[in-house]
Protein backbone atom coordinates (compact mmCIF):
# COMPACT_ATOMS: atom_id res chain seq x y z
CA UNK A 1 0.00 0.00 0.00
CA UNK A 2 2.45 2.41 1.21
CA UNK A 3 4.70 1.86 -2.45
CA UNK A 4 1.42 2.58 -4.36
CA UNK A 5 0.72 5.96 -2.38
CA UNK A 6 4.23 7.02 -3.40
CA UNK A 7 4.10 5.66 -6.81
CA UNK A 8 0.49 8.02 -6.76
CA UNK A 9 2.36 11.09 -5.40
CA UNK A 10 5.45 10.96 -7.62
CA UNK A 11 3.94 10.78 -10.83
CA UNK A 12 0.56 13.42 -9.56
CA UNK A 13 3.15 16.34 -9.07
CA UNK A 14 4.87 15.98 -12.74
CA UNK A 15 1.41 15.57 -14.44
CA UNK A 16 0.22 18.50 -12.50
CA UNK A 17 2.85 20.34 -13.45
CA UNK A 18 2.89 19.40 -16.95
CA UNK A 19 -1.20 19.62 -17.24
CA UNK A 20 -0.83 23.41 -15.51
CA UNK A 21 1.49 23.87 -18.56
CA UNK A 22 -0.66 23.06 -21.31
CA UNK A 23 -2.98 24.58 -20.05
CA UNK A 24 -1.05 27.91 -20.19
CA UNK A 25 0.50 27.33 -23.48
CA UNK A 26 -2.85 26.94 -24.81
CA UNK A 27 -4.54 30.47 -23.06
CA UNK A 28 -1.10 32.48 -23.40
CA UNK A 29 -0.11 34.07 -26.67
CA UNK A 30 3.26 35.22 -28.00
CA UNK A 31 6.40 35.00 -25.42
CA UNK A 32 4.19 34.19 -22.93
CA UNK A 33 3.20 30.60 -25.04
CA UNK A 34 7.28 30.16 -25.10
CA UNK A 35 7.77 30.74 -21.30
CA UNK A 36 4.53 27.99 -20.67
CA UNK A 37 6.53 25.59 -23.01
CA UNK A 38 9.76 25.35 -21.00
CA UNK A 39 8.23 23.98 -18.32
CA UNK A 40 7.29 20.74 -20.10
CA UNK A 41 10.37 20.61 -21.74
CA UNK A 42 11.95 20.37 -18.59
CA UNK A 43 9.90 17.82 -17.04
CA UNK A 44 10.22 15.22 -20.73
CA UNK A 45 13.75 15.84 -21.28
CA UNK A 46 14.12 14.95 -17.46
CA UNK A 47 12.00 11.92 -18.26
CA UNK A 48 14.07 10.80 -21.05
CA UNK A 49 17.01 11.04 -19.75
CA UNK A 50 16.09 9.04 -17.02
CA UNK A 51 15.03 6.36 -19.13
CA UNK A 52 18.20 6.48 -21.45
CA UNK A 53 20.45 6.34 -18.39
CA UNK A 54 18.51 3.72 -17.12
CA UNK A 55 18.95 1.20 -20.27
CA UNK A 56 22.29 1.77 -20.83
CA UNK A 57 22.93 1.15 -16.86
CA UNK A 58 20.23 -0.24 -14.78
CA UNK A 59 22.18 0.07 -11.65
CA UNK A 60 23.68 4.10 -11.97
CA UNK A 61 20.26 6.39 -12.39
CA UNK A 62 18.26 4.59 -9.68
CA UNK A 63 17.43 7.97 -7.87
CA UNK A 64 15.58 8.92 -11.14
CA UNK A 65 12.36 10.03 -8.95
CA UNK A 66 13.97 12.68 -6.82
CA UNK A 67 15.46 13.94 -9.62
CA UNK A 68 12.28 14.21 -11.26
CA UNK A 69 10.15 15.85 -8.30
CA UNK A 70 13.14 18.35 -8.18
CA UNK A 71 12.73 19.54 -11.82
CA UNK A 72 9.28 19.15 -11.27
CA UNK A 73 9.58 21.68 -8.28
CA UNK A 74 11.52 24.07 -9.93
CA UNK A 75 9.14 23.91 -13.38
CA UNK A 76 6.07 24.75 -10.87
CA UNK A 77 7.81 27.43 -9.90
CA UNK A 78 8.91 28.83 -12.95
CA UNK A 79 5.30 28.68 -14.21
CA UNK A 80 4.25 30.21 -11.65
CA UNK A 81 6.77 32.91 -11.79
CA UNK A 82 5.93 33.40 -15.78
CA UNK A 83 2.34 33.75 -14.46
CA UNK A 84 2.80 36.15 -11.99
CA UNK A 85 4.62 38.26 -14.49
CA UNK A 86 2.08 37.99 -17.12
CA UNK A 87 -0.53 39.49 -15.01
CA UNK A 88 1.39 42.33 -13.69
CA UNK A 89 2.24 43.12 -17.22
CA UNK A 90 -1.42 42.90 -18.87
CA UNK A 91 -3.38 46.26 -19.19
CA UNK A 92 -6.47 46.48 -18.08
Not at 11 to 40: D, E, Q, S
Amino acid sequence: MANTVGLVILLAFPLGVAIAAVRAAIRWKGGWRTAAILPLVGIGGDLLFSYYSGRVDPATHHLWPFELMTVSAICAVFLMAAASLRKGTQHT
